[in-house]
Each structure stands twice: as structure tokens, then as C-alpha cells.
């Protein structure tokens, strides 16, 4: 996936206003060749860990914290704010351990909050409109942006001395990366009410917490992963572990100038620190630096080697349209992996590689090699549907995604299976997907009160589901702060469904001006170009979709398909 200089915000384009359309295709292009990423190696270097672990390694790489912290006595004063800290006796927001399922009337079997995000739905549509959001960042917060955070799934070999306890009787932070989250957290918190003044534990459990947020789909973790990394800075300014922890926080919560700055701090002290490595490329993609992020992939692979590396590496070569570069490095990652959180982390993003470029079948065999390594891995479990309903196995796709927002209701599974109900038109099936864009507005609300900047999930299911204004409000807010092509397509679908076609299409040409092969952001521009009366325009673009990936979405596809008759009967 993949991002610039020190510690300064990204800097000023003189194009930051209404005027996409001067930039460039020169200034939009990113990336080398494929000998990079450590592909003119022996594959990816077996001591380098994945970025994606579930807490920050003890140093990762530097040094671990001194047994027994600073030397200084723990008194009662440590050890009370310790147990408030970690959330062991009564979190403040009310989350002191991990959730457990519910079994209360009718939410039996459901986790707390997803009955609390329905009964919060319930009541939303009783007195305002709903606003959507879509979640093309979940990855970012899984894969685009999730593993925005992170990059693997959290179960690579850890590097040299990654298992080195930070602390007498800290557990080792490749437990963690080997998969009990929960446990780890409880086992950390166990330590710190011991260890109080251990700064790398509690850089170790704030990571932890924020890549906890990110699988449970729980934004309200984040408020204690920032206090947890607070502690360990206020116990030793400028540990790069801490630091690199704050910055992951930050790409979580979509603040991507923010997690810059923080990834560059982290470097400064640590040039090899993995987590801040993969950040600082995340970020730059994020911002639409696509240039610099291509560097940054370059460095980071030069440094740090290894699975998040190279799966970054090849979004930046995606990003770019060098789509064969980039199942290249994937292919050879995947070769090389051997842990099963490694193993459905790349296989997974095979599988959303072939999907964006039509080939379903290609795309099932990967989501499957995924979950025969990872059963439960999340971003695995949506892509078969999304690819089940794409190949036309539509009641697969709808049974799979049922299972998916049963567990976790993110946006991006909520918005697709509501789509899917929408398209099928069964008896129900409008109230159904009502019901699913509803707890897209409740996740946003709970986003947003947990730090997130949720303005690009807002704006582009609000554009299809909900408030259009809200939509356009949400994308100029987005554009205000980052550059990327998904916002700018965010923006110009925005103004479209706005009825400012003629504003809409620079952003549009925008989206795509950088060769990314996505099938939404053509097809975007192309019924944005019959607005603005370029029929010839639009043919081309409509047509490249559906050639691409005729099944990008239910309710997108059979539109596209709808317009392009109408323009060939036109002729």
C-alpha cells in the first residue's frame, strides 16, 4: 500500500483549491520498476516481522525498556493511575476489558455493540434523516488503510529479539503478534499494575489497543490507546516505540498529517523501526503523495524487508496501474510467508487485487487459501462475498455478509450487503438495506466519538443512501485535508449527485488520472461526463468499467449498464 521529508505537514500545492485539473499525470505517478521490494533477493527477509502486529515489538529493534522501569520506587499514586489506565478497574469509557457476547433478550449471541449501534440506529431514524457512510478506508483500516495502521494480519515471524521481554514479567510482544489479542492485553495490564514507570509496555499496550479497535471494529478503544502512549512518552520523551504507536493511532483515525509526523519523529531516533516505516508510506498515500510514497516504499524496503513492506510496495505499483508489478511482488510475499496471519494477510490482498480487475474466480481461489490459514479473518470473509455476489452467487454474497456485520458491523460490509438486498428486491428487502445504511450512520457516530475522522466513509454512502448535502459537506471537508484519488472521486461524485456536474468533472478526471484500475471511479466519471454532455467521453469510461469488473457493485453496475445502452441508442 503505499508514502516526504521531516517533521513538517505535507506541503502546499498550488492546486489545493478548485483547479485539480492542473495537475499533472507526471505529478500523480508513483513507484520503480519490479526489482524492487527485496525481489532481487532470495524473497522476503525471514528476521523482519509484519508491521500489522498486534502490538509494538519491545524496541522494535532498539532497545527494550529496563527491567523493572526507571529504578525509581512504584508508589500508590503509579499504581493507581496504572489500573485507571489500563482499563483494569473501570476504563472511563466503559470498556475495562475486551467485549464479550451478550446474552440479554433479543441481542442473544450479539456483541454489546452491535445491539447498542442498532438500538442507536432504531432511534436515529426517529428523529433526523439518516447520513451514510461507506468505508473505503477500512483497511485503512484493514487493507487500504487498516492495514492503514498496521500490515500484516499479526501473525509473522518476529525480528531479532522482537520476543525480548520489555520488562521483568512483561509478556513478549510476539505473543501478541501471534494472535490472542485479548489475553495479551489482559496479561500487559496485569504487568503495568506491577511495572507502573515500564514506558515500553505501555507503548506495547497502547499499539495493542489501537490494532484491537481496528479487528473488532471498535473505535472506542482509541481514546485508551492515546492515554496508554501518553503514559509511556510521559515516562520517556521520544521513545520511538511510543511514538511509532502515536502514529499508527493517527492513520487509524484517518489524521494522516498527523500520523506523518509522528512516523518521521519515531524514524528520527529508530531508522529501522518497522511500524513507523509502514506508516509513513500509509500516510503518504493517504495525502495523495503518491511520488513520495513510492520513496518511502523504497526506503522502508531497503530497511526493513518483509511482508509490509512489499504489500504496501504493491498498492503504490496498483496506485500507478502496473497492476502485473504489483501481483508480482504479492505472488513472491506470498511465497515466502509462512505464518497463517501472514499467509491470509497477502493471500487477502491477492484476492482484492484479481477482484478489482474482473477475475472473480482468481479472486475466490485467494479468499480461500486466506481462510484455510485465518477461518475467521475479517477482510478474507468480506471479499469472498463481495466476489460470490460479483460471480453471480448473490445468495452466498448475501449469507456471507450477514455473517460478516453479525460479528463486526463496519461500513463497507453494512453498505455492500445493503446494496445486495437492495438489487435481489426480494418482500423486506428495502426495509432490510434501510436498516443496514442505519447502522452505517450509528458505527459513524461511534467513530467520531472515538477521534475518527470519518468524512470520506460519510460522503460516499451519503451520496447513494442518504443526505446528498451531508455528502457534499463531508467530501469538501476531506478534500480540505488530503489529496488522494479516492477523495477526489469522493468529491466529484458529491457534486454530481449535487446536480454540479461541471465542478464535478475535474475531480473526476482527477480520480483517475494516475492509471488506477478501479472500476467506481470510471464509472463515476463516465456518468459524469454524459451530465456535462461529453458523450463520447462517457461511452469510453462507462464501457472501461463494465469491462473491467461488471460486478464493482449491484446497484452501480446495472446503472452503468442502463446509461451505456442509452448512449449507444443515442449515436
Given at each position: 500500500?503505499?508514502?516526504?521529508?521531516?517533521?513538517?505537514?505535507?506541503?502546499?500545492?498550488?492546486?489545493?483549491?478548485?483547479?485539480?485539473?492542473?495537475?499533472?499525470?507526471?505529478?500523480?505517478?508513483?513507484?520503480?520498476?519490479?526489482?524492487?521490494?527485496?525481489?532481487?533477493?532470495?524473497?522476503?527477509?525471514?528476521?523482519?516481522?509484519?508491521?500489522?502486529?498486534?502490538?509494538?515489538?519491545?524496541?522494535?529493534?532498539?532497545?527494550?525498556?529496563?527491567?523493572?522501569?526507571?529504578?525509581r520506587g512504584h508508589g500508590t499514586h503509579d499504581r493507581l493511575r496504572a489500573e485507571s489506565e489500563?482499563?483494569?478497574?473501570?476504563?472511563?469509557?466503559?470498556?475495562?476489558?475486551?467485549?464479550?457476547?451478550?446474552?440479554?433478550?433479543?441481542?442473544?449471541?450479539?456483541?454489546?455493540?452491535?445491539?447498542?449501534?442498532?438500538?442507536?440506529?432504531?432511534?436515529?431514524?426517529?428523529?433526523?434523516?439518516?447520513?451514510?457512510?461507506?468505508?473505503?478506508?477500512?483497511?485503512?483500516?484493514?487493507?487500504?488503510?487498516?492495514?492503514?495502521?498496521?500490515?500484516?494480519?499479526?501473525?509473522?515471524?518476529?525480528?531479532?529479539?522482537?520476543?525480548?521481554?520489555?520488562?521483568?514479567?512483561?509478556?513478549?510482544?510476539?505473543?501478541?503478534?501471534?494472535?490472542?489479542?485479548?489475553?495479551?492485553?489482559?496479561?500487559?495490564?496485569?504487568?503495568?499494575?506491577?511495572?507502573?514507570?515500564?514506558?515500553?509496555?505501555?507503548?506495547?499496550?497502547?499499539?495493542?489497543?489501537?490494532?484491537?479497535?481496528?479487528?473488532?471494529?471498535?473505535?472506542?478503544?482509541?481514546?485508551?490507546?492515546?492515554?496508554?502512549?501518553?503514559?509511556?512518552?510521559?515516562?520517556?520523551?521520544?521513545?520511538?516505540?511510543?511514538?511509532?504507536?502515536?502514529?499508527?493511532?493517527?492513520?487509524?483515525?484517518?489524521?494522516?498529517?498527523?500520523?506523518?509526523?509522528?512516523?518521521?519523529?519515531?524514524?528520527?531516533?529508530?531508522?529501522?523501526?518497522?511500524?513507523?516505516?509502514?506508516?509513513?508510506?500509509?500516510?503518504?498515500?493517504?495525502?495523495?503523495?503518491?511520488?513520495?510514497?513510492?520513496?518511502?516504499?523504497?526506503?522502508?524496503?531497503?530497511?526493513?524487508?518483509?511482508?509490509?513492506?512489499?504489500?504496501?510496495?504493491?498498492?503504490?505499483?496498483?496506485?500507478?496501474?502496473?497492476?502485473?508489478?504489483?501481483?508480482?511482488?504479492?505472488?513472491?510475499?506470498?511465497?515466502?510467508?509462512?505464518?497463517?496471519?501472514?499467509?491470509?494477510?497477502?493471500?487477502?490482498?491477492?484476492?482484492?487485487?484479481?477482484?478489482?480487475?474482473?477475475?472473480?474466480?482468481?479472486?475466490?481461489?485467494?479468499?480461500?487459501?486466506?481462510?484455510?490459514?485465518?477461518?475467521?479473518?475479517?477482510?478474507?470473509?468480506?471479499?469472498?462475498?463481495?466476489?460470490?455476489?460479483?460471480?453471480?452467487?448473490?445468495?452466498?454474497?448475501?449469507?456471507?455478509?450477514?455473517?460478516?456485520?453479525?460479528?463486526?458491523?463496519?461500513?463497507?460490509?453494512?453498505?455492500?450487503?445493503?446494496?445486495?438486498?437492495?438489487?435481489?428486491?426480494?418482500?423486506?428487502?428495502?426495509?432490510?438495506?434501510?436498516?443496514?445504511?442505519?447502522?452505517?450512520?450509528?458505527?459513524?457516530?461511534?467513530?467520531?466519538?472515538?477521534?475518527?475522522?470519518?468524512?470520506?466513509?460519510?460522503?460516499?454512502?451519503?451520496?447513494?443512501?442518504?443526505?446528498?448535502?451531508?455528502?457534499?459537506?463531508?467530501?469538501?471537508?476531506?478534500?480540505?485535508?488530503?489529496?488522494?484519488?479516492?477523495?477526489?472521486?469522493?468529491?466529484?461524485?458529491?457534486?454530481?449527485?449535487?446536480?454540479?456536474?461541471?465542478?464535478?468533472?475535474?475531480?473526476?478526471?482527477?480520480?483517475?488520472?494516475?492509471?488506477?484500475?478501479?472500476?467506481?471511479?470510471?464509472?463515476?466519471?463516465?456518468?459524469?461526463?454524459?451530465?456535462?454532455?461529453?458523450?463520447?467521453?462517457?461511452?469510453?469510461?462507462?464501457?472501461?468499467?463494465?469491462?473491467?469488473?461488471?460486478?464493482?457493485?449491484?446497484?452501480?453496475?446495472?446503472?452503468?449498464?442502463?446509461?451505456?445502452?442509452?448512449?449507444?441508442?443515442?449515436?
Open positions: 500500500m503505499p508514502p516526504r521529508t521531516t517533521d513538517s505537514a505535507p506541503e502546499k500545492r498550488d492546486d489545493d483549491h478548485p483547479r485539480p485539473d492542473q495537475e499533472t499525470d507526471k505529478q500523480s505517478s508513483a513507484g520503480r520498476g519490479p526489482e524492487r521490494a527485496g525481489l532481487d533477493s532470495d524473497g522476503p527477509g525471514a528476521e523482519a516481522g509484519p508491521g500489522g502486529d498486534a502490538a509494538a515489538e519491545a524496541g522494535d529493534g532498539s532497545r527494550p525498556a529496563p527491567a523493572g522501569g526507571t529504578g489500563t482499563g483494569a478497574e473501570g476504563e472511563r469509557d466503559g470498556h475495562s476489558s475486551p467485549p464479550t457476547p451478550s446474552g440479554n433478550g433479543g441481542d442473544t449471541g450479539v456483541e454489546p455493540r452491535v445491539a447498542a449501534m442498532r438500538r442507536a440506529a432504531d432511534g436515529g431514524r426517529r428523529w433526523r434523516a439518516v447520513h451514510l457512510a461507506g468505508c473505503a478506508a477500512l483497511l485503512a483500516v484493514a487493507l487500504t488503510g487498516g492495514a492503514i495502521a498496521f500490515g500484516g494480519a499479526g501473525g509473522g515471524r518476529a525480528g531479532a529479539g522482537a520476543e525480548a521481554v520489555s520488562a521483568a514479567g512483561a509478556p513478549p510482544a510476539g505473543v501478541l503478534a501471534r494472535g490472542d489479542l485479548d489475553s495479551g492485553i489482559g496479561s500487559l495490564q496485569k504487568h503495568l499494575r506491577a511495572q507502573p514507570r515500564d514506558f515500553g509496555s505501555w507503548a506495547t499496550l497502547g499499539t495493542a489497543y489501537v490494532e484491537q479497535a481496528r479487528t473488532n471494529g471498535d473505535p472506542s478503544r482509541y481514546p485508551q490507546a492515546e492515554r496508554a502512549l501518553k503514559r509511556s512518552l510521559e515516562l520517556d520523551p521520544g521513545n520511538d516505540q511510543a511514538l511509532a504507536g502515536r502514529a499508527a493511532l493517527a492513520a487509524a483515525r484517518h489524521d494522516f498529517t498527523g500520523a506523518l509526523k509522528d512516523a518521521d519523529r519515531a524514524l528520527k531516533p529508530n531508522p529501522y523501526n518497522e511500524r513507523a516505516l509502514c506508516t509513513r508510506i500509509d500516510a503518504l498515500v493517504e495525502l495523495g503523495r503518491y511520488e513520495d510514497a513510492a520513496e518511502a516504499a523504497r526506503t522502508a524496503d531497503d530497511r526493513r524487508p518483509g511482508v509490509p513492506v512489499f504489500t504496501r510496495y504493491a498498492y503504490v505499483m496498483e496506485l500507478r496501474g502496473d497492476v502485473r508489478t504489483a501481483r508480482d511482488v504479492l505472488e513472491r510475499a506470498l511465497e515466502a510467508a509462512d505464518a497463517p496471519g501472514d499467509i491470509a494477510y497477502v493471500a487477502t490482498a491477492l484476492g482484492q487485487l484479481a477482484w478489482n480487475q474482473g477475475e472473480y474466480r482468481t479472486a475466490l481461489g485467494h479468499y480461500a487459501r486466506a481462510l484455510a490459514a485465518d477461518e475467521d479473518y475479517l477482510p478474507a470473509l468480506e471479499g469472498r462475498a463481495r466476489a460470490q455476489a460479483a460471480n453471480g452467487d448473490r445468495a452466498a454474497a448475501v449469507e456471507g455478509l450477514e455473517q460478516v456485520v453479525a460479528r463486526f458491523p463496519l461500513p463497507g460490509p453494512l453498505v455492500a450487503l445493503g446494496e445486495l438486498y437492495e438489487d435481489r428486491g426480494a418482500d423486506g428487502d428495502r426495509a432490510k438495506a434501510g436498516d443496514q445504511y442505519a447502522l452505517v450512520d450509528a458505527w459513524t457516530s461511534l467513530a467520531r466519538a472515538g477521534g475518527v475522522n470519518a468524512d470520506l466513509d460519510s460522503a460516499m454512502a451519503a451520496a447513494d443512501h442518504g443526505d446528498k448535502k451531508e455528502a457534499l459537506r463531508a467530501a469538501r471537508a476531506e478534500w480540505n485535508r488530503r489529496h488522494s484519488v479516492h477523495t477526489a472521486d469522493a468529491l466529484a461524485w458529491a457534486l454530481h449527485v449535487n446536480g454540479r456536474d461541471e465542478e464535478a468533472l475535474p475531480y473526476a478526471r482527477r480520480a483517475t488520472a494516475t492509471g488506477y484500475r478501479n472500476a467506481g471511479f470510471l464509472y463515476h466519471r463516465g456518468v459524469i461526463e454524459r451530465a456535462t454532455g461529453n458523450d463520447r467521453e462517457a461511452r469510453d469510461h462507462l464501457k472501461a468499467a463494465l469491462d473491467l469488473n461488471p460486478g464493482f457493485s449491484p446497484l452501480g453496475a446495472r446503472e452503468a449498464r442502463t446509461a451505456l445502452k442509452d448512449l449507444e441508442g443515442a449515436r
